[in-house]
């Protein structure tokens, strides 16, 4: 059964950093691509960013040059690097992964971790 277990979140100022974790279990993460997608109060969820079995990275408008997305295959483990957060970055931020198995498009999600940027 395929589990992706999250961390990282919690409170924090404006201007500050937080590290996201996603650890994944029955799925490969160096054969899948890793998303992080966030949904704030009252608001459709979004891609924040995404990164391939390749390596190939793509991050929304709103995060680029102050989030990072990386993988360690050997940890079997996702990040999600959050810097000079700002009170908009504030939502539920969830690891996805994605894989084909038999060409079936497979997707699978962590349980969300809540950030919260205030002053």
């Known amino acids: 059964q395929v589990q992706l277990v999250e961390s990282g979140g919690g409170s924090v100022q404006p201007g500050g950093s937080l590290r996201l974790s996603c650890v994944g279990s029955?799925?490969?993460?160096?054969?899948?691509?890793m998303h992080w997608y966030r949904q704030g109060p009252g608001k459709e969820r979004e891609l924040v960013a995404a990164i391939s079995s390749g390596g190939s990275i793509n991050y929304a408008d709103s995060v680029k040059a102050r989030f990072t997305i990386s993988r360690d295959n050997d940890k079997n483990t996702v990040y999600l690097q959050m810097n000079s957060l700002k009170p908009e970055d504030t939502a539920v931020y969830y690891c996805n992964a994605a894989r084909f198995r038999s060409l079936k498009l497979e997707n699978y999600w962590g349980q969300g971790t809540q950030v919260t940027v205030s002053s």
């Open positions: 029955g799925i490969i993460f160096s054969a899948a691509m």
